[in-house]
Each structure stands twice: as C-alpha cells, then as structure tokens.
C-alpha cells in the first residue's frame, strides 16, 4: 500500500431525509461542528471523515475517490461494507449442515468479499437519516444471491457519538435458512490527513491474542494460533487484504 495516494472525496450533498427513492444514488453527510463525515447508499460506503488533529487543524483521514463513477469501478473496495462474506473462500464453495454451495468466484478461483456483485456493489435503502446523528442504510440479500442460501436482512448504521467519535453498527438477520455472515467496513486510513504520503510510519496495536494464518491464496489454514511473538517492531508483518 505504499506511496498510494490519498484523495478526499467531494460530491453534491443530499440532505433530504427522505427515503423514498431506494434505487437513486445520493451522498450524506454527518456533521457536528468541525467533525464530519459523508457516505453513499452505493455499498453503504464510507466516503470521508475529516476532524481536528491535535493543533486544531482539520483533515481527511479516509481514502476515496473524486466522483460515484471512481466507486463503481473500484476493485479495491475502498470504504465499502463488504459481505456476505468479507475474506476469501477458497474454490468458491462451503459446506453447511451436510450441503455443499457453489459461490461465484471473482479471485481466481476463489470467492473475495461476497463474489463479483457483493454488497459492495449493491444500491442500499436508506432507513433513517438524521444530519447531526446517524444514518441507517439496510440491504435485502436474496436466497441464491452470489450462490449464498437463504435471504438475509442486513442493516449499517453509522453514528456520530459526542464530539469526535464515530461508532458503526452492523447487524444481520438470516430469514429463512442458515448461511454463513460476516460484514466488513473496508475503509482504508491515513492518519496524518489524505495528502500527507503513504501510512508506512503508522503503529497499530490490536488487543487479540490469537490470529488464524492463511495459506499462498490467502485462505484461512482453520488454525488458531497464539499472536504472542509473531510480531516485533525490527520484524512487522504485513498481510495483504
């Protein structure tokens, strides 16, 4: 991810409440004094977050692109919920409760992200929308869809909490079969503003202690494996996601 640039997404702001137009693509935005965010009902995706640094200097910290089009051909998903099943399923089928599915492979022959059309790709209803507050958006995911059983009620709602906080809620209801789930926000960060270069100087800690190792396809093994002493600050450890 190195030396990738980082642009501030800018469009025409909707906002209107409404939520009568499921299909039309439009842009919301969050915003309580200097902290402000935008998303769009295209792959309920985060557009920008732009807040003040220690100094009191505002900045956006997500990546994106200028304009919905830039979304539409995205094949990095940049800041987009992705599911049914974020990751990767290898060869594209699982088995559950004794039933193999065939999912529609879009990484080789593997299965990334939901399949060539996930929810990343999808136009989301927006259920409730409050400027100073939050905005819900919620997705039908039908029996067969991408080769997943079963319909799926899938709802993202994104929050604004105090001054500078912003929390994402994600929940998903399977209707009428077992399937397997799990949602993903893909935002990728720059914590020292979206022109300031490339994140190779970030730190990042994350309180887990164990982690699941993935194979040359990246592929989860099925091990679950200790963290301690897998990562030192002379030796990082990069996985490409």
């Known amino acids: 991810m190195a030396n990738i640039p980082f642009f501030f997404a800018l469009f025409p702001l909707v906002l209107s409440s409404s939520v009568t137009k499921a299909q039309q693509v439009s842009v919301y935005e969050l ?24 100094t009191g200097k505002l900045n956006g910290i997500v990546l994106g692109y200028d304009s919905i089009e830039g979304y539409k051909n995205d094949t990095t998903y940049f800041g987009a919920i992705v599911g049914r099943v ?3 399923i290898g060869g594209a089928k699982f088995t559950l409760n004794g039933v193999t599915y065939k999912t529609v492979a879009n990484d080789g022959k593997n ?3 939901g399949g060539r059309r996930g929810f990343s790709d999808v136009i ?3 259920k409730s929308y409050k400027r100073d507050s939050h905005v819900t958006f ?7 869809e991408q080769g997943f ?4 009620s899938v709802s993202i709602t994104y929050m604004m909490l105090g001054t500078n906080k912003l929390a994402v809620k994600m929940v998903a209801k399977p209707l009428n079969k077992p399937t397997p789930v799990n949602l993903a926000l893909h935002t990728y960060w720059n914590l ?15 309180f887990g202690s164990k982690l699941t190792p993935v194979d040359s396809e990246l592929i989860p093994t099925g ?3 200790p963290a301690q002493g897998t990562l030192s600050p002379a030796s990082p450890s990069r996985q490409q996601v």
């Open 192 to 206: 020292g503003g979206h022109n300031s270069g490339d994140i190779m100087s970030h730190t990042l800690q994350l």
């Open 31 to 54: 915003k309580r004094a200097d902290f402000s965010a935008k998303f769009t009902n295209y792959g309920a995706t985060m557009l920008s977050l732009i807040l003040p640094d220690k």
């Open 111 to 113: 299965t990334l992200h």
């Open 149 to 152: 059983p079963g319909n799926v």
């Open 138 to 144: 919620s997705y039908e995911s039908f029996d067969g």
């Open 223 to 225: 091990e679950i494996v």
């Open 86 to 88: 974020a990751n990767r």
């Open 124 to 126: 989301w209803t927006v």
